[in-house]
């Protein structure tokens, strides 16, 4: 399993040797431990290694752990934010957990109590990870949804729409979606143009009413949608391979066998 890292900040460098040797880091799961002496070098830090969490002093040279948080919280907002420090002013403690932090102990701390604390955060941590998971997935659950339903309602209007013409804009529309961006859906959700289902659609028709009634050529192609006849006729046989008229023929041929 990978191991958590930690951003220990503090200009006392025996407390950041003191942290390094004191807590069981192994035992938390933490492999990798960084240190910065004030907020110039733990940003730095924060740029090049990834860090889980983070424990910070609060007053050092060049700016206090409190400014450290504000641009913790702003630019790497899932680190879990430990203050440990020897000023026990409750303004302080109160400011900070203002600002996000996880919580707040006051130097010198048994090592045991703070690995504790450690352990809570990063139990914490993992919570928000999981959440932000599910939440992902089921956002892109709902949005594949929201395509499908999109795709269906297109469908539908199409095949209820069948002897008009009907624009790939009001199709758009219908959907609130760019007509560019539903021609990608469509063809990513159903292997077809829009274009070629409305025609697959046309034909289906044309060969049903082909069929079983005695409607003229030029009146089935309207009733399909097709402008005109002569057209309808040149699509018919080139995506079925046969005449509207040999295609009436073999049906009223295969009724009267029955």
């Known amino acids: ?29 933490i492999t990798k431990c960084y240190c910065a002496a004030g907020i110039k070098d733990a940003l730095g830090v924060l740029r090049m290694h990834h860090v889980d969490i983070m424990i910070s002093d609060i007053e050092m040279p060049g700016g206090s752990g409190l400014e450290l ?20 002013d409750f303004s302080y403690c109160q400011e900070a957990l203002r600002l996000g932090a996880f ?6 701390i048994p090592y045991e109590e703070l690995e504790q604390i450690l352990q809570k955060g990063l139990l914490e941590m993992q919570k928000g990870r999981t959440a932000r998971e599910l939440e992902n997935i089921w956002g892109d659950m709902t949005h594949q949804e929201e395509k499908s339903s999109a795709v269906e309602t297109v469908k539908k209007k199409i095949t209820e729409n069948l002897s008009v013409e009907i624009s790939r804009d009001e199709l758009a529309d219908l959907v609130y979606m760019s007509p560019d961006y539903l021609t990608k859906l469509f063809k990513k959700e159903t292997g077809l143009s829009l274009s070629d289902y409305i025609i697959n ?18 009146e089935i192609a309207q009733r399909a949608g097709f402008s005109y006849s002569s057209y309808f006729v040149r699509i018919f046989k ?16 295969r009724k009267n066998e029955v």
């Open 1 to 29: 399993m990978k191991g958590y890292s930690i951003l220990l900040v503090d200009d006392e460098e025996i407390a950041l040797m003191g942290l390094q040797k004191g807590v069981n880091w192994e035992s938390l799961g």
């Open 238 to 253: 080139k995506k079925l391979g046969i005449t509207p008229n040999q295609y009436r023929k073999d049906c009223l041929n």
């Open 103 to 108: 919580d707040y102990v006051l130097k010198p």
């Open 201 to 218: 659609k046309r034909l289906l028709l044309a060969q049903q009413l082909l069929s079983s009634t005695d409607l003229s050529i030029v």
């Open 69 to 88: 948080i504000c641009k913790v919280r702003e630019e790497y907002p899932e680190i879990i934010c430990i203050f440990y420090t020897c000023h026990a």
